[in-house]
């Protein structure tokens, strides 16, 4: 597997494993062995990038994290997040919550779970717009020095929270959705992140299955599947934005791969310091995804995306309103 650099010389696979998916948002939690064996079945194949946080299950994709990783830990670079108040009864979110008091007692936690002595990227989960971010920065700082955390990260943050937060303390990755369909940050933020030395972790490269072609409008989704509330996985945006998903799959076959190797392998293109972290609960889409790392798209490959993308415009937001506010702060 290629290795790839983030910012501060966090070195990590080409692509990483997001977790997530195994335990949240996208119905049923996966059986933990299975998920357990995934997660190892991905180490096997060079994966040493895996992507969690506390909120995920709650609790529980940090503990299947943990257990799958704890016989390679000194072989695999493990980031979780911080930053929401959890209900203690329920699990429930309860807004933002990164006062320096409770960002110490999740890292404790985190580090629990993931039955490790320190944790290798520790994001803010969502900005936190009653705490600022010079704060936050702040108690990262001190939990780098005291060796509980080797890097800090922002997740959606907006240009001017990387900057202040960088000024604190180094931030060495802006995880952020990225992807065919959605390309907001090629617009500040990509370059921001290019003048600071930061990497990008993009998340939801696939655009959450889409762009793999696996869903149509016909798809039903399980009840607990958060894309039921997204808009754009509403059956008329689907029906609508399967034109790019066509287009895709032309550009697929010219080069004999799949609609998610080409969209994995055009990410990749982009910067060397992007790290996409798609995530699956099938060996067989893990293995899909990581053959996009030997997928090389020449100069001419990148325009030809471009120019047949250029003139479709997606349908429908990418977050329901209540959480479309807390992104881009």
Known sequence: MQQRRLGGGLEVSALGLGCMGLSHAYGPPT???AAIRLIRDAVDRGVTFFDTAEVYGPYANE?????????????VVIATKFGFDIDPASGAQRGTNSRPEHVRRVADESLKRLKTGVIDLFYQHRVDPDVPIEEV??????????????????SEAGVQTIRRAHAVHPVAA???????????????????????G???????PLGRGFLTGAID?????????????VP??????????????????????RRKATRAQIALAWLLSQKPWI????????????EENLGAVSLRLSAEDLVQIDSALSGIAVQGDRYPARMASMTGR
Request: proline share 6%; no cysteine.
């Open 217 to 229: 409008d016909r798809t039903v989704f399980d009840s607990k599947d958060f894309r039921n509330s």
């Open 137 to 154: 920065a702040g108690v990262v700082k001190d939990l780098v020095r005291q060796g509980k955390v080797r890097y800090f990260g922002l």
């Open 232 to 253: 754009r996985f509403a059956p008329d945006a689907r029906k609508a934005n399967q034109v790019l998903v066509d287009v895709l799959g032309q550009l697929a076959d």
């Open 63 to 75: 503990e299947v994290v943990g257990e799958a990783l704890a016989p390679v830990r000194d072989r």
């Open 174 to 196: 802006l995880q952020s959705e990225y992807s065919l369909w959605w390309r907001e940050p090629e617009k500040e933020i990509l370059p921001t992140l290019q003048e600071l």
């Open 31 to 33: 059986d933990k062995e």
């Open 275 to 286: 790290v996409p972290i798609p995530g699956t609960t099938k060996l067989q889409r893990l």
């Open 198 to 204: 930061i990497g990008f972790v993009p998340f939801s």
